[in-house]
């Protein structure tokens, strides 16, 4: 069983900075490719950041530049370090874990990120 749990959520005034991060735990292959989505009120999820089994990481457009995905595998943890905050940044932020092996995502439960204008 694959459990994610995220946390370092909280109120930001723009131009702020935060850092989340995704503890997992569980039988984990090294296989696998870990994210980060997002979804504000009344939107569907996004993806934000993308890190491969390689270390490759992606972003969406919004966001880079501002934000950096990177992981360290000896303590079982994601991280999203966010910068220079908007107020269009405020959304609850899933971590997002998917196996190779089996083909199957995993989720957190969510960590509210609100920037104030």
């Known amino acids: 069983q694959v459990q994610l749990v995220e946390s370092g959520g909280g109120l930001v005034q723009a131009g702020g900075s935060l850092r989340l991060s995704c503890v997992y735990s569980?039988?984990?292959?090294?296989?696998?490719?870990m994210a980060w989505y997002r979804q504000a009120p009344g939107k569907q999820r996004e993806l934000v950041a993308i890190i491969d089994i390689l270390g490759r990481t992606d972003y969406a457009e919004s966001v880079k530049g501002r934000f950096t995905i990177s992981s360290d595998n000896a303590k079982n943890t994601m991280y999203l370090q966010m910068l220079s905050l908007k107020p269009e940044d405020t959304a609850v932020y899933y971590c997002?874990?998917?196996?190779?092996?089996?083909?199957?995502?995993?989720w957190g439960q969510g960590t509210q990120v609100t920037v104030s204008s």
């Open positions: 997002n874990m998917y196996l190779l092996y089996n083909s199957r995502a995993y």
């Open positions: 569980g039988i984990i292959p090294s296989s696998k490719t």
